[in-house]
């Protein structure tokens, strides 16, 4: 079974660009979560999304949004980048609505100049 | 408010047996995970205690005391690919989240 896919996994933007990061989530898995991860601050979460619709949502300004298709599969998308949304943005799946385990994909680097 | 506090860094010699602790307080508890995360690489389950008491797998075992809102993960026999970070999670929010600690740095040394 393949595991869960994110790409791009390097991507560079300037700061007032847009950016949209793709997840295709284990086969199965109707759930998709994403976080921020940055040194030393952990893994922040941004939402989850369960059958389409958005379960629950971080701390995370509303530049931050994202939807999930009907194969599950999820895009999130940042508009009007800032430097300090340089991160690596971690896609996870699970087979139930906010279950585990957590399964990740490798991420997408992201670094805005 | 919802936190987990676990230490930011821990060094041990390949062999010996390390005990990595976590303190969480949240707005509801569906229970705890830890997670490992190599240098570059993605986050990987480890263990996920969902009642009091102690899961083993292997040479990881992980436990849990709802009462004291704490729990820990066990390593034992060391060895040098362990060295990573650590992460505990806690299911929250009506079990629709999954809130992360913000890591313990593992470092193993010969």
């Known amino acids: 079974k393949a595991g869960v896919t994110q790409t791009p996994r390097y991507l560079i933007k300037t700061r007032g660009q847009q950016v949209t990061l793709s997840c295709s989530p284990i086969?199965?898995?109707?759930?998709v979560s994403w976080y921020q991860q940055t040194p030393g601050q952990g893994l922040q979460f941004l939402f989850e999304?369960?059958?389409?619709?958005?379960?629950n949502k971080g701390n995370f300004p509303g530049r931050f949004s994202g939807r999930q298709f009907s194969n599950s599969r999820s895009e999130m998308n940042v508009s009007t980048l800032e430097l300090g949304d340089s991160a690596l943005y971690l896609c996870?799946?699970?087979?139930?609505?906010?279950?585990?385990?957590?399964?990740f994909g490798n991420g997408t680097r992201l670094t805005v100049t | 408010g919802q936190s987990l506090e676990q230490p930011s860094e821990v060094t041990a010699v390949e062999g010996a047996i390390v005990q990595i602790n976590c303190t969480y307080q949240?707005?509801?508890?569906?229970?705890l995970s830890w997670y490992q995360q190599h240098d570059g690489g993605a986050p990987t389950f480890l263990s996920y205690?969902?009642?009091?008491g102690l899961e083993e797998t292997g040479r990881f075992s992980s436990f849990l005391s709802r009462s004291d809102s704490y729990g820990y993960l066990l390593l034992q026999e060391l060895q040098m690919k362990d060295s990573a970070s650590y992460f505990c999670?806690?299911?929250?929010?009506?079990?629709?989240?999954?809130?992360f600690g913000a890591g313990t740095r593992l470092f193993v040394k010969a």
């Open positions: 205690n969902a009642l009091d």
């Open positions: 999304y369960f059958s389409e619709t958005q379960r």
């Open positions: 999670a806690v299911r929250a929010a009506g079990g629709f989240k999954t809130i």
């Open positions: 996870a799946s699970s087979a139930r609505q906010g279950g585990s385990p957590l399964h």
């Open positions: 086969s199965g898995h109707r759930s």
């Open positions: 949240t707005s509801g508890f569906y229970g």
